[in-house]
Each structure stands twice: as structure tokens, then as C-alpha cells.
């Protein structure tokens, strides 16, 4: 497939949410030791929501995908601002963004306002707020997945040894999901 084809076809299949599995990890134990449970029975902190580097996607055809998102993408301005202030959901939610349609049932607590990098990290303020899920998160569910939009850019490359097909520029995240670990 020529490489024009793939950024359309990734596109497309991220935006009909074909996406079988993200093979990447952000960091396995990222909620428990970050967060704690406040009187309110919620837990609070500061987590890391996404980070520099390859990542990969296995796509509902077989296809794999290796997306290179650069420091300079996810630590600016821009991206940064919209992590804040948003739905945190149990798994990618398949209508891919939460509303007040559907918040009732998916959103099971919010992202704040503190963003911050912390090396090759990006870490945000974080509350949840379902007892389902808070029970869910202190018997092993840690991971964390920002759901977003980008621009990708065809540009084969590497990355700190791992090869890459795409390249990320700007990040808009639209939802963060809790994940069970791989």
C-alpha cells in the first residue's frame, strides 16, 4: 500500500474505532501509588496519561501501525490544554468522545487542570469518582490510554531504536480511559 494509503486507512479505521488492540503500555502500575483514596471514598492524584514514543496499533485487518508521537507534539501548549477538564471512562468508549448524552453511563470521573511533563511523561490531575471503577482500579486495572484525535504525517523514521510509519503533530484528547492491563 502506497503511503498516502496508510494514513487514510489508519484514520479511517481509527475513526470507525477498528482499532483492535493498542500493543503499547503507558506504565503498568500508573494509578495505584499516584492516586489514593480521599475521605470521600474517590481516589485523587497525579498520573501519567500518555507519553513520548512509538506507538503501536494492531488494526482490525491485521495491519500494525507504528505511530511516532515527539516530545515536541505532546508536551506543547496546545496539546496540553486539552487533556484538561475531561471525561475519564472505563475502556475507549465506542462513541469514541463522552456528552451529556452519554456521561451518565460512561464517565466514571474527570481529568483537572494541573498538566504537567515529567520526562518522558505526561501527567495530569485526575479524580475517579465510580465506586465500580474504584474497586475495579484497586484490584489491578491501571493502565491509562488518553483517547485522541492527531494529524498524522506519512514519515517512516525511528525512534529511540523502534521503527515508525507515521508521525503525530498535534494531539487533541477528547476523552482518558482506564484500561486492564495487557
Known amino acids: 500500500m502506497r503511503p498516502e494509503g496508510i494514513v487514510a486507512k489508519y484514520n479511517l479505521d ?3 474505532n477498528k482499532i483492535v488492540q493498542h500493543q503499547d503500555v503507558i506504565q503498568r502500575d500508573s494509578l495505584i501509588g499516584s492516586v489514593k483514596k480521599a475521605d470521600t471514598g474517590f481516589l485523587v492524584g497525579l498520573a501519567p496519561v500518555a507519553k513520548v514514543g512509538v506507538m503501536t496499533y494492531l488494526m482490525a485487518d491485521g495491519t500494525v501501525v507504528r505511530e511516532f508521537v515527539p516530545p515536541e507534539t505532546l508536551f506543547e501548549e496546545k496539546s496540553r490544554e486539552t487533556l484538561k477538564l475531561k471525561p475519564v471512562t472505563e475502556e475507549h468508549p465506542p462513541e469514541k468522545k463522552v456528552n451529556s448524552d452519554n456521561a451518565r453511563y460512561r464517565q466514571i ?3 483537572g487542570e494541573n498538566v504537567k511533563e515529567e520526562g518522558v511523561y505526561l501527567l495530569t490531575s485526575l479524580v475517579i469518582t ?5 474497586e475495579d482500579i484497586l484490584e489491578g486495572k491501571q493502565e491509562l490510554s488518553p483517547g485522541y484525535q492527531t494529524e498524522l504525517v506519512f514519515q517512516k523514521g525511528s525512534y529511540d531504536g523502534v521503527d515508525d510509519d507515521v508521525i503525530s503533530r498535534f494531539v487533541w484528547v477528547v476523552v482518558v480511559s482506564v484500561l486492564f492491563p495487557l
Do not use: C, K, L, P
Open 109 to 111: 470521573g474527570s481529568t
Open 130 to 134: 465510580d465506586s465500580d471503577s474504584i
Open 14 to 16: 481509527r475513526a470507525q
